[in-house]
Every structure is written in C-alpha cells, then in structure tokens.
C-alpha cells in the first residue's frame, strides 16, 4: 500500500501538485482488517484511498494519528490524502513534518521534498535535498531529548505572512549552564525543535524583530519528546502584539 501512495504523490509531484492524479477504482468488498487501533484505522484508511474517498481516508488516517503522532508512514499516508483535495495548508503542513522528521533517504522523504518543491512551498533553509533533512545527524544521541512545538499566534497564517521567530534553548542548571541551542529562522505557524538535548532544566525563549514573546521553563528528560507549544496563553507580551520580523 505504501508503494501505492508514494507513485500517487510522484505522479502528483510531476503533474505540478495543482491537481492528484486519479487513481483505479478498488472494489468496495471489506477486507479483513486486525490488530490494534492504529493498525484498524490506518487499513480503513488505505481501503479508502483505494476507492478515491479522499477525505475520509484523511479522517481516519488523523484519527491513527492522534493514537501515534510519531509514525511518520501515517503522517505521510495522511498528507498522500489531503493532496487529493482542496485542503493545501494542511498538505504542505504534512509533507514538510514528513520531510524534517522522516527517515533520511526514504521514499516518504523523497516524495515530500519533490512535493513541496514542485508546490513552490520549500523555505529557503529547504532548497537543496541536504536541506530538507537538516536534523538527519547519524550521530544523534538516544540518551538525549527532544524538545519541540508548534508556534502559533492569533490568526497569521504562515503561507500568506511569514514571521521569523528566533527561538533558544539555554540550561538552567549548573549541569546546563554552558549549553545554549538557537535558531533565528523558525516561523509563525510551523514546528520549531531541538534535538540532542542533554536532560535537564532549561529555559525556552523566543523573540520577533528583537521583541521578547515567550521566556518558559523546561525540563527536559532523557530519551523522550517534550512538546512545548507557543502561542497567546503563554506568551510574555499582549495577546494584540503585532510580531514582526527584522
């Protein structure tokens, strides 16, 4: 099935990803569908796609999603389903997570890339193949963690207003106090992250044409994600603060 979907996203990426190209009708016969719920949802998905429901193939492969945010063939199958309808925003938003966080190398992250590049949708950092795996480091750490979120704030849409957000990573502890990761180029509307983070305390702060937004603290444990989104109820200015970058 897999297979399926990646020659359907090609065969998208080539026609310009204006339109998904159509695929052969499948019989409607129920298949046999075992194992957990994930599985369950992600087999109903599949079925789906085979008889172009396109958007309810996207609800239950959301749905798998929401029970296994880290399993990047859903996410990918997902964002395979959205491309087949009028939903832009959220395909562009599904290929990009499966072109920073996917498998180096792999036919998923190929197949975003060319997505996303034929869509006119690649950020400046992602303009060459290197680009659109920049966290793909063989040497990464698992005794370390990952700290990341979406940054959003009130209704700026990232692919009409682009908002550079500077975004670090400083230790708060006497174990962390030389440690400090930044990157200024993280956006409005997208996933900012860090990887290889030594566990312990830090301090997570964010800023927008030289103004401080966010200033969080964070503990960040070893061997496990911690997801620390930025927006309005957490924020250090006024929920009517205009961002703007430099």
Known sequence: MRALLVTAVLGLAIAGCQRAPALAP???APIEIVGSLTARLK???DQLMKQLRYDEAAVKYQTALNEAPSDIPIR???AVALSHTARR???VEQFRFVMQRGTPGSAEVKTAYEWLANAGELEA???APVAAIPESSPTSDPKK???LGKIRWNDIDPYTKRIAIKVSLIGDDVQTRDVRMGRPDFKIGRIYEFRNVPPDAYRLVAEAGGTPMWDLK???PAEKDTTLD???SNATVAKDFTPRSD
């Open 26 to 28: 499948a019989a409607s």
């Open 43 to 45: 087999a109903e998905g």
């Open 76 to 78: 990918f199958a997902l």
């Open 89 to 91: 925003a959220e395909t």
């Open 125 to 127: 950092s992602e303009s």
């Open 145 to 147: 963690g990952r700290v």
């Open 218 to 220: 964070v503990e960040v």
């Open 230 to 232: 930025l927006n309005e």
